[in-house]
Nanobody
């Protein structure tokens, strides 16, 4: 499975940004997709995930600000991020999960700064 993410850049505090990711290769019908992030000097952490059944899971720090969505027919997942804060600055990684396998995109960086 290969993951290609796009989006990123520089955003002002309070701004919005959308990340998207497309999966290709040997895609199963049942899998989770999501986004993780890693800030400098910190461990990678979950941002949001979505299952093939439509359930979603968010980190407490992004609830109410970020929305994850997926198009299973196109094997894509998107992350709409609103009300961005400087602490959202990180490298964001797209993830494809089907137990026991995890696949990761190359990471996309964005910075929230004035």
């Amino acid at each position: 499975v290969q993951l290609q993410a796009c989006g990123g850049g520089l955003v002002q505090p309070g701004g919005s940004l959308k990340l998207s990711c497309v999966a290709s290769g040997s895609i199963f019908s049942i899998y989770d997709m999501g986004w993780y992030r890693q800030a400098p000097g910190k461990q990678r952490e979950l941002v949001a995930t979505t299952s093939s059944g439509g359930s979603t899971n968010y980190a407490d720090s992004v609830k109410g600000r970020f929305t994850i969505s997926r198009d299973s027919a196109k094997n894509t997942v998107a992350l709409q991020m609103n009300s961005l804060k400087p602490e959202d600055t990180a490298v964001y990684y797209c993830n494809y999960h089907r137990f026991p396998f995890d696949y990761w995109g190359q990471g996309t960086q964005f910075t929230v700064s004035s």
